[in-house]
């Protein structure tokens, strides 16, 4: 859990670091790639967790510029591009806006009574799920997957290891 402000920018910077490193693989082309016929498409789903960053800490009292256009999906440099001036505001919005003792505040999240640290993890963990199903798709597109958490197939590769089963 998040203690101090700076502890919550450390580890929002940390995972935009592997959000955009996943963003910045992603094309114009793969952005039609679907999770299903008629299902969401990887543009669809990676410009959801971006457009919605503004919107989500807008609603629990972080103001940050919110996206124009946020139902129409642009092109892959567009939304990569979006994402790096997106996680550089909400560092700045935390640092002016929030103490740390506004991390210990609780208020009510989607029918919950939670604390502000506990909401913006839900924010960091949001994305986190979207980018896993981003990551999925952009296998199913013929993409290069970067590594995250770990080595991907790639990085398994250039080490010059079998990746595990």
């Not at 256009?69 to 700045?92: G, R």
């Not at 935390?94 to 506004?102: C, M």
């Amino acid at each position: 859990m998040y203690v101090t402000v700076t502890d919550l920018i450390t580890e929002w910077k940390n995972e935009a670091v592997l959000t955009q490193k996943v963003l910045d693989e992603c094309t114009d082309k793969a952005l039609s790639q679907q999770v299903y016929p008629g299902g969401r498409t990887l543009g669809r789903i990676a410009w959801h967790f971006v457009a919605n960053i503004p919107d989500y800490l807008t609603e629990f009292g972080v103001s940050v510029e919110k996206v124009s256009n946020p139902n129409e999906v642009p092109s892959a440099k567009e939304i990569a591009q979006t994402f790096t001036e997106l996680s550089s505001q909400v560092v700045n919005a935390l640092q002016e806006q929030w103490t740390d003792n506004s991390l210990k505040q609780v208020q009510n999240a989607f029918g919950r009574m939670e604390s502000n640290a506990t909401i913006f993890m839900g924010l960091i963990k949001h994305i986190a799920h979207h980018r896993g199903q981003v990551t999925v798709l952009m296998r199913q597109a013929g993409l290069p997957i970067p590594a995250v958490y770990g080595p991907a197939k790639e990085g398994w590769a250039k080490l010059g290891v079998t990746p595990p089963l």
